[in-house]
């Protein structure tokens, strides 16, 4: 398809995403005005960045509470807010050090040449938002492209209306929208987006739509980074504390009730260690939350399409004999408040499809396991998942684990807390994603690492140049073809 009659195709659209194709063309107008900022300019943009967070935190946090129904203030600043400057604080420190030239090795045959690698911006960078974390999810990769001497253009999810708007008008004071804008809106404007002639797209969401959204940037051939979910397992070894495990797995499937890509998704506990496994977790998430209906700090599921799905797999996994552990200290109905109770689940089978599908609620389905090696093969049978979690002090056991299976991050006595790792890359492999950002990744994954080699006056190309007589072949043919 010409450009002219992609044009053409966009006419069929409403007019609010016939703009799309306008903002695009003014973002690529302005960088090809000027592509190439400093380092101090890149540093700017990003302090710019930066205080517009900081000026309206409470209004992104209100946001994105008003969305969900209920999501918790202090989980929206500490994990997506500060995890966001932190982030800044970092790439502004380093990036200058990373636009340098990589000076390359030039074999003997090219010298006097010289040879390096340049760290040029892509261009335009378009980011497409999930709503479980709208504010990380789309700052973050915004932060990337920035310090790589990018544009951008935003997409925010459909669900994530209130938080769109906010962060559309706190953006327009920090840029000029030929810079960075953000789009808003579902349906033809999400398909539209995908299908925009972006130099790269960053897409975080389900396995699914990331498949669409690769098939649209490949009309254009617009290269990729997907970060998606799955179902990332939890491994308890028999020699774990399990009242610190609980803790720590509490923390990581409850929060943002359980709404997090890289949420511990299902567990493997040694045989027999079942109850004190539960009666722990149910203590500590009591504590956490002694009451769960009115509770500030507990989330709701984000929409109703969302709470139905959840309930369903809940509901077919007891039909086939699934045994759950509620833990609902006050025994309140959440139904009006769009909540689900913290939740084990026991007696699950691989047929269920709480067990094939990711879950991304607050149920945490438990299999008993007696050979290490079971767990494994039972891992490895299945989509490579974001993140593996392995509960074990013994670093040559958890090696062991680490060495035998694949996942884009593999965490020993932790969860979900490498994300906001300012200097770790974040991604999946496989079905869980392609490609990562974060640490220096996010810098040279949204730039072009473009091979530059310089020939000086002196080189002349007639010693090798045909017909291949000349004694300086032999040579060639004599001192490397062998």
């Not at 450009?3 to 195709?9: E, H, I, L, P, R």
């Not at 001497?149 to 706190?170: C, D, E, P, R, Y």
């Not at 953000?182 to 990331?210: E, H």
């Not at 079971?374 to 090696?399: K, S």
Request: charged share 20%.
């Amino acid at each position: 398809m010409n450009s002219q009659t992609k044009k053409n195709s966009m006419t069929a659209y409403p007019p609010e995403v016939q703009n799309l194709q306008q903002l695009l063309d003014q973002q690529k107008l302005a960088y090809q005005r000027y592509p190439v900022p400093t380092a101090k300019e890149r540093i700017e943009r990003l302090a710019r960045l930066k205080k517009v967070l900081i000026k309206y935190q409470d209004q992104l946090a209100e946001a994105i509470h008003q969305d969900y129904g209920n999501r918790s203030i202090s989980e929206t600043k500490i994990g997506e807010l500060l995890t966001c400057i932190e982030h800044i604080k970092y790439y502004s420190k380093h990036l200058g050090q990373w636009m340098k030239p990589s000076k390359r090795h030039v074999g003997i045959i090219h010298k006097p040449a010289k040879a390096w690698v340049q760290y040029q911006p892509l261009g335009i960078i378009g980011i497409i938002t999930p709503w479980n974390y709208p504010l990380l999810l789309s700052i973050g990769p915004l932060i990337c492209a920035l310090a790589a001497g990018n544009h951008a253009m935003i997409k925010i999810s459909s669900a994530s209306m209130n938080f769109g708007q906010v962060l559309k008008s706190i953006l327009s004071e920090a840029f000029p929208q030929e810079v960075v804008c953000v789009v808003t809106g579902g349906g033809a404007i999400s398909d539209a987006f995908s299908r925009l002639a972006f130099d790269k797209i960053i897409f975080t969401g389900s396995t699914n739509v990331g498949k669409t959204v690769m098939a649209a940037a490949a009309e254009n051939l617009v290269p990729v980074i997907l970060e998606l979910g799955g179902k990332s397992p939890a491994i308890v070894h028999p020699s774990s504390d399990l009242k610190d495990v609980a803790q720590r797995l509490a923390f990581g499937k409850l929060w943002n009730a359980g709404q997090t890509c890289v949420a511990p998704d299902y567990l493997f506990l040694p045989r027999g260690k079942l109850a004190e496994f539960s009666t722990h977790f149910s203590q500590i998430v009591s504590g956490m939350y002694p009451s769960l209906k009115d509770n500030p700090d507990y989330t709701s599921i984000i929409n109703d399409k969302q709470y139905q799905r959840i309930q369903g797999y809940l509901d077919e996994a007891m039909d086939q004999g699934a045994k759950p552990i509620e833990i609902n200290p006050l025994s309140e109905d959440l139904t009006a408040v769009r909540k689900i109770a913290p939740t084990l689940l026991t007696d699950v089978t691989p047929q269920m499809q709480i067990m094939q599908q990711e879950i991304f609620g607050p149920i945490l389905p438990i299999i008993e396991y007696d050979q290490i090696d079971d767990v494994i093969d039972f891992i490895n049978q299945r989509p490579r998942p974001l993140a593996l979690y392995y509960f074990d002090f013994d670093n040559a056991r958890a090696e062991y684990v680490a060495l035998r299976t694949h996942s884009g991050h593999f965490g020993q006595n932790a969860v979900l807390t490498h994300v906001a790792q300012d200097d770790l890359p974040f991604g999946g492999v496989g079905a869980s994603g392609m490609g990562k950002y974060h640490g220096p990744e996010g810098f040279f994954n949204l730039s072009n690492e473009r091979s530059v080699m310089s020939i000086p006056r002196l080189f002349n190309l007639k010693f090798i140049m045909p017909p291949f007589n000349k004694p300086l072949h032999k040579i060639l043919e004599k001192t490397f073809l062998r």
